[in-house]
């Protein structure tokens, strides 16, 4: 797996992804949460750069049953021809109802939206 430490995993999110996409030809495809879990752990921790900073990452993490190890954090302005990542996608919808709750706290929290995620592979392919 030499090739992957030149090409490794990138981990994206909404606002980084098109940092990403400057130039080429690409293959965005939608995932499910366990081709997701698979894909990540095809790859050792070093093969792997965690290109967004967001507590996000570990509730993802949590979510998908995925161990989640210290990846380093790169900022990455384009991707290689043959290099893959995964895109985790945030998707915010209002509320249709507002249940108001007590927080853990006593203070009254009201519900505004809902939030969700999917997962994506993009790959580079030109």
Do not use: W
């Amino acid at each position: 797996m030499a090739d992957l430490k030149d090409k490794p995993l990138l981990l994206l999110n909404n606002s980084n992804m098109m940092s990403v996409l400057n130039e080429g030809e690409f293959k965005c495809s939608n995932m499910s949460f366990e081709e997701t879990k698979a894909i990540i752990e095809m790859y050792d921790k070093d093969e792997i750069l965690l290109c967004f900073s967001s507590n996000d990452v570990q509730t993802i993490f949590d979510y998908l049953g995925i161990q989640a190890k210290d990846f380093t954090f790169k900022s990455i302005r384009n991707m290689r021809v043959g290099q893959d990542a995964i895109v985790f996608k945030r998707y915010i919808t209002p509320s249709l109802t507002e249940p108001v709750i007590q927080a853990d706290d006593g203070v009254e929290a009201k519900k505004i939206q809902n939030v969700y995620v999917y997962c994506q592979h993009l790959s580079r392919v030109k």
